[in-house]
């Protein structure tokens, strides 16, 4: 797109941006895009020696053997 106007194609996510470009040349605009992001108790994991987890599933084995022991989960909402 060579038109993007006032609209900065830097703005957009990386991966949004790469998959809408071809060999560097940005073809279309998302009209939505978002990023999500996981924010943890890093004290918990120290504590029980664990380490933090770099795979989502990994999160949720450990999230379910925490429940176990303490009776409460690390975060509110796991899928």
Known sequence: M??????DG???LKPIREGLSNNGKLYAVPFYGE???LYYRK?????DGEAIPKVHRHYLTQN????QRYQHRLSNQVE
């Open 43 to 47: 004290d918990l994991f120290d504590r």
């Open 10 to 12: 830097d703005d957009l």
């Open 64 to 67: 379910e053997s925490h429940e």
């Open 2 to 7: 060579d038109q993007l106007g006032e609209y």
């Open 35 to 37: 990023s999500s992001m």
